[in-house]
C-alpha cells in the first residue's frame, strides 16, 4: 500500500475512534438522572390493545424507547430498534405522537411491529426524565438499568450493549 494511502487510512481510523468516544461522551452527559436505577412498575395498555407489565420481564433484559413521530433522529433510529425486537424485549413509549390510531398507522406503514406505548401526555417521559429524543434505557434481567443511551444508537451499539447482558 502507498504511504499516503496508509496515512489516509490512519486519519480516518483516528477520526472514527474519536468521533465514538466524543458521542459517548456528549450521550452521557444529556442522559437523564433518575431517582432509582431499578425499572419502575410500568402497568400500560400499548397501541394493539395488549396490556404491558414491566413485572412480566423479570429474568428478561427490557429497552424501554422515547422516541416521537416527529423526531428525525427517531425516524433513523427505527429499523434498528425494529430488528433488535426480534431478539429482546423491547417496549417503546412514543412521546406526543397523535392517537393510538395514527401510531398504529404510522407503524403499518412503515413496516414495524414492536411494541408501542402512546404517551400522549408525556406521562411516562416525566416519569423517566426525558426530554431530548431518541433516548433508551437499558435493563438487565433483575431490572436494573445498565445503560442509557441518548441521540441516535446505531444497530451494532445497541447489539454490543445488550450482548453484555446475555
Not at 431499578?38 to 414491566?54: M, N, Y
Request: charged content about 25%; glycine content about 6%.
Amino acid at each position: 500500500m502507498k504511504p499516503k494511502m496508509k496515512k489516509i487510512l490512519k486519519e480516518a481510523a483516528v477520526f472514527g475512534v474519536m468521533l465514538f468516544v466524543i458521542s459517548n461522551v456528549i450521550s452521557y452527559l444529556r442522559s437523564p438522572v433518575l431517582e432509582s436505577d431499578h425499572l419502575p412498575v410500568i402497568d400500560a395498555t400499548l397501541i394493539d390493545g395488549k396490556r404491558f407489565k414491566s413485572t412480566d420481564m423479570k429474568g428478561k433484559p427490557l429497552v424501554v424507547h422515547f422516541w416521537a413521530t416527529w423526531c428525525p433522529s427517531c425516524k433513523a433510529e427505527a429499523s434498528n430498534i425494529e430488528s433488535i425486537s426480534t431478539e429482546y424485549e423491547v417496549l417503546s413509549i412514543a412521546v406526543n405522537s397523535g392517537t393510538d390510531e395514527a401510531l398504529h398507522r404510522y407503524m403499518t406503514q412503515n413496516g414495524y411491529t414492536f411494541r408501542v406505548l402512546n404517551d400522549r401526555q408525556s406521562k411516562w417521559a416525566e416519569k423517566f426524565k426525558v426530554d431530548v429524543f431518541p433516548t433508551t434505557f437499558i435493563y438487565d434481567a433483575k431490572g436494573t438499568l445498565k445503560f442509557t443511551e441518548v441521540g441516535y444508537t446505531s444497530l451494532l451499539g445497541f447489539k454490543s450493549r445488550l450482548g453484555v447482558l446475555k
